[in-house]
């Protein structure tokens, strides 16, 4: 499977979640569908959504806080990213989208 490298998302204002213990349970009450994140995706998520989306700053956030190969880092988090996306509980920006955009 090819990952696609996203350096932004939003997250949909009908996306809710809460911290339960170490896991972020998910819920998208437009599909009534439910998601559950383990404690290190709890993490990329509540650390994602402060810095408002921002994958580019999440990516240097992790490497500044975790030993392990940046490479391997960068990649399981744009799978993540990748993931949540297929999921309709993140959404690329339209400029994101379109790369030609210039507004």
């Given at each position: 499977?090819?990952?696609?490298?996203v350096?932004r998302?939003?997250?949909?204002?009908?996306?809710c979640?809460?911290?339960i213990?170490?896991?972020?349970?998910?819920?998208?009450?437009?599909?009534?569908?439910?998601?559950?994140?383990?404690?290190?995706?709890?993490?990329?998520?509540?650390k994602?959504v402060?810095?408002?989306?921002?994958?580019?700053a999440?990516?240097?956030?992790?490497?500044?806080?975790?030993?392990?190969?940046?490479?391997?880092?960068?990649?399981?988090?744009?799978?993540?990213?990748?993931?949540?996306?297929?999921?309709?509980?993140?959404?690329?920006?339209?400029?994101?989208?379109?790369?030609?955009?210039?507004?």
């Amino acid at each position: 499977m090819d990952v696609e490298m996203v350096n932004r998302v939003e997250i949909p204002d009908w996306i809710c979640y809460e911290r339960i213990d170490n896991e972020i349970i998910m819920v998208d009450p437009t599909t009534w569908q439910y998601y559950k994140l383990d404690n290190y995706g709890a993490v990329l998520w509540e650390k994602l959504v402060a810095l408002k989306g921002d994958v580019k700053a999440l990516k240097n956030w992790v490497f500044e806080h975790f030993e392990a190969d940046p490479q391997q880092m960068g990649k399981d988090i744009d799978l993540f990213i990748q993931r949540l996306v297929e999921n309709g509980i993140l959404v690329k920006p339209e400029v994101e989208k379109n790369p030609s955009f210039q507004g």
